[in-house]
């Protein structure tokens, strides 16, 4: 069996990444218990991007603040390889997102990272910067059967490293992207240096407004031996959403 590729281990690049995050984002990370030393499905909320997301990175620094050393696979979105980034994606521990790729992950003894919200998190508008839009319960389903814990791992800011002013699905249900490119929003964005576009920001790089982050490592949760995986999702998003309006409660956009 081909072992799966894993986010790098602390290192220079962990590093480089935790200094920019602190540096420029004034990143801020609370651990609220101790992660398993198992295998374990890290849950994440996107804040806004697609093939780049900074919830991503503020993950990396947190998972080094966790004291993980565990390889870590993350389940990645098809757009990366449709654009042609799917080498640089493999490289820093992605592959595309499958039940497969995760049973493989975790048969090597790796936890494996997700984002269930895909992209219709990844695009949401500022009025809804907060808020955590998951799709499917294919994750709790995952974490069920394998018998690992969800570790939920949650960021506040990344929605305000630009202005989203729609995001856009009815236009990408019209352009009939989810059956072409398993895409459902076209974001209409103001962002530096792309200004007023539609749907480019996220799928290619952009210059983040300072706003600052904050990242929280939450208890692992596990599913009750009769819960349904719609529950047990749905519980998992209720508890980050409790922990995301606490995160955000007395926040000035981009001051924190």
Not at 176 to 197: D, H, Q, T, Y
Request: hydrophobic content about 45%; charged content about 20%; some cysteine.
């Amino acid at each position: 069996m081909t072992e799966e590729p894993a986010i790098p281990q602390p290192g220079w690049l962990s590093a480089a990444i935790q200094t920019y995050l602190r540096v420029y984002h004034r990143h801020e990370v609370r651990i609220d218990a101790p992660v398993p030393d198992r295998p374990v499905l890290f849950v994440c909320n996107h804040g806004f991007g697609g093939v780049i997301d900074l919830n991503v990175a503020a993950f990396v620094a947190a998972r080094a603040a966790a004291g993980v050393t565990r390889p870590t696979t993350a389940m990645v979105h098809q757009i990366a390889w449709t654009l042609g980034v799917g080498s640089l994606v493999e490289r820093v521990g992605g592959t595309p997102g499958s039940r497969q790729a995760a049973d493989a992950a975790f048969e090597a003894g790796h936890n494996v990272l997700v984002f269930p919200g895909g992209d219709v998190d990844a695009g949401k508008s500022w009025r809804e910067r907060n808020k955590i839009k998951f799709h499917g319960s294919g994750f709790a389903r995952l974490a069920q059967a394998h018998g690992v814990p969800i570790v939920p791992v949650v960021t506040a800011g990344a929605g305000e490293s630009l202005v989203v002013l729609s995001d856009g699905q009815a236009a990408a249900r019209a352009l009939r992207l989810p059956k072409l490119l398993r895409v459902k929003a076209l974001p209409v964005s103001v962002s530096i240096p792309w200004g007023l576009n539609f749907g480019v920001v996220g799928l290619v790089p952009y210059l983040p407004l300072p706003t600052k982050l904050v990242t929280a490592v939450m208890p692992d949760m596990i599913g009750d031996a009769d819960e349904s995986p719609e529950d047990f999702a749905e519980r998992v998003r209720e508890a980050m959403q409790a922990r995301l309006d606490a995160l955000t409660a007395r926040r000035t956009p981009l001051l924190g």
